[in-house]
């Protein structure tokens, strides 16, 4: 997997991106809801600290967090553990642009600014 080494470096330098993208939000809400009932599979590419994920996860959704930095997915996984979220959140690292994706399987792809 080619990584460019400055988004590992910009994740473990710190936690960017604290809240869910306006949009990311307002598409969820607007078409899914954000009550907390069982709506379905999602895959975050590029979830980075995890903001959406975190959003997908609290409405309803089974997640798939996706982003090339090590450090990104461990962010992820901590902040899935302490929002006690992790049943719902899987954060798997890997290079979005490289990846074959089943679309299929998911009912939201939700990618802010990664591809």
Request: with cysteine; charged share 20%.
């Amino acid at each position: 997997m080619t990584v460019d080494p400055a988004w590992e470096a910009a994740h473990a330098a710190r936690a960017w991106g604290k809240y869910p993208h306006p949009a990311a939000v307002e598409f969820i809400g607007r078409y899914y809801g954000m009550d907390e009932k069982p709506k379905g599979i999602a895959l975050d590419i590029g979830a980075g600290a995890g903001a959406c994920t975190w959003m997908l996860a609290k409405s309803g959704f089974i997640v798939s967090a996706v982003d090339a930095s090590q450090s990104a997915v461990n962010r992820v996984r901590e902040m899935s553990r302490r929002e006690k979220i992790s049943p719902q959140v899987s954060a798997i690292r890997y290079e979005a642009a490289a990846m074959q994706w089943p679309v299929e399987f998911y009912d939201v792809v939700l990618d802010v600014c990664c591809l």
